[in-house]
Each structure stands twice: as C-alpha cells, then as structure tokens.
C-alpha cells in the first residue's frame, strides 16, 4: 500500500535562511513524487515532481525538492526561505503501475519569520 | 483559463439529508479526481474520472457516496443520507491526460453536517 509521512507538522525558518520540509514515503512500485502548496483561502497548488531522471528537481518560486531512493525520502528545499513562502505544503505519492490514485501526507505548515 | 471551479463553496445541511456538490474542471482536462480533506490531514483521494469513465473508486467512497461525469465534462458529487462524520472539505482537482501528474485543485467545498 502506499504512504507518505511528513514527520514534521510545523518547520520554522528566519527569512533568508534556507528552509528544508521533510517527507518520506512507501510504494510497491516505482515512485511518482509531487509537492503541492496551500496558501489560507486558495486551493492546492503543484509546486515540482519527480518521475524518472535527475534526483534533483526544480519547481516554481524556488523551490527544489532531492529524491533519495535508498532512504525513500523526497525533502523540499529552499537556498533562501521568503516571508511569503508561508503556507501549507503537502507531498505526495502515485505508484507507476497505472492507477492515477495520489496519496497525500497530512501537510507541513511553514511559518517563515521576518 | 479560468481554472477549476466547485459549487456551493459551502453546504451545511442536517443529519440524514441529501448534499450534491458540483465541479467544472477545466475545459480541455479530461482527468477528473474528487478528494476529500478533513482538518490537519492532507486529501484522501475519493474517486477518478477518465472522461465519463469512472475508473478508480477508494474504499473511503462507501454506497452512500456517488458520483458521476455524463458527459465527460462537470462532476457531480452526491452523499445521501448524510452522517456528522461526512463534514470535510470536499475538493475536486483535473488534469490534461498527458500531465496526469500536475492537478489543477478546486477551491473545494466545505460540507458541515449539523
């Protein structure tokens, strides 16, 4: 079956700091990994995936996300955390196996401070 | 593009009634996805359209819940005989067949069941 854990339920980061959100996840088959992003009031937005290809992947607004296959773990990144990057973030999983069922951790809230 | 748009934004209807919410994806995503969000956890996928096909249904969707797309365009999303436990935010996200990956999310609709 497949999960996702986002181990952390709050990061905090000073503005211009870097900024990492966690996420770890499990699926029976190669990984489909997706980041999305809710601001108050909005809908979910994507923010980056990961299919096949380099590990490291960019998205919008600077994000960057590092997929680990031998530690099954897909963390956001940031080099320099904005005061407007607070939000809601959310990872995701689809197995590659033909299903389009996504699976989502239960959200990291980031609170960047000035 | 006017992005995906759900209707009502919100619902609040007593125990035992009747709720059906609507979802216009936009208008060239034949993928269609209804997801279900409740407070401090990420979407639970409820069920997958292909066009008028549904084609994947989670356990989560029990016999009181259905939804159809007749005409491969707008979704209908329909729980009878509503339970206190149906209360969450109900989001519909689309996508182009070949960027299965990147979903457009919905504002969603909230359903409070009094």
């Known amino acids: 079956a497949q999960s996702v854990a986002q181990p952390e339920d709050q990061v905090n980061v000073a503005e211009g700091n870097p900024l990492t959100v966690k996420c770890t996840y499990s699926?029976?088959?190669?990984?489909?990994l997706f980041w999305y992003v809710q601001y108050p009031n909005r809908g979910l937005q994507f923010l980056l995936k990961?299919?096949?290809?380099?590990?490291l992947v960019k998205g919008s607004y600077g994000f960057e996300a590092e997929f680990n296959k031998s530690q099954t773990s897909f963390h956001l990144k940031k080099p320099s955390a904005l005061v407007s990057d607070s939000a809601l973030y959310f990872c995701?999983?689809?197995?590659?196996?033909?299903?389009?069922?996504?699976?989502f951790g239960a959200g990291t809230r980031l609170f960047v401070k000035a | 593009d006017t992005g995906v748009s759900q209707n009502p934004r919100h619902k609040i209807t007593k125990r035992g009634q009747n709720v059906t919410f609507r979802c216009d994806p936009i208008?060239?995503?034949?993928?269609l996805y209804w997801y279900r969000q409740t407070l401090g956890q990420g979407p639970e996928f409820l069920t997958y359209?292909?066009?008028?096909?549904?084609?994947?249904k989670s356990r989560l969707l029990s016999d009181r819940f259905s939804a159809e797309r007749p005409k491969g365009s707008f979704s209908t999303l329909e729980i009878q005989r509503t339970e206190q436990g149906d209360s969450a935010m109900y989001l519909c996200?689309?996508?182009?067949?070949?960027?299965?990956?990147?979903?457009?999310f919905g504002p969603g609709t909230r359903l409070t069941v009094t």
């Open positions: 990961y299919i096949t290809g380099d590990n």
């Open positions: 699926v029976s088959g190669n990984p489909y």
């Open positions: 208008s060239e995503h034949n993928r």
């Open positions: 359209f292909q066009n008028e096909a549904q084609l994947e």
């Open positions: 996200a689309s996508s182009l067949p070949d960027r299965s990956y990147e979903q457009y």
């Open positions: 995701a999983v689809r197995d590659d196996t033909g299903g389009f069922k996504t699976i």
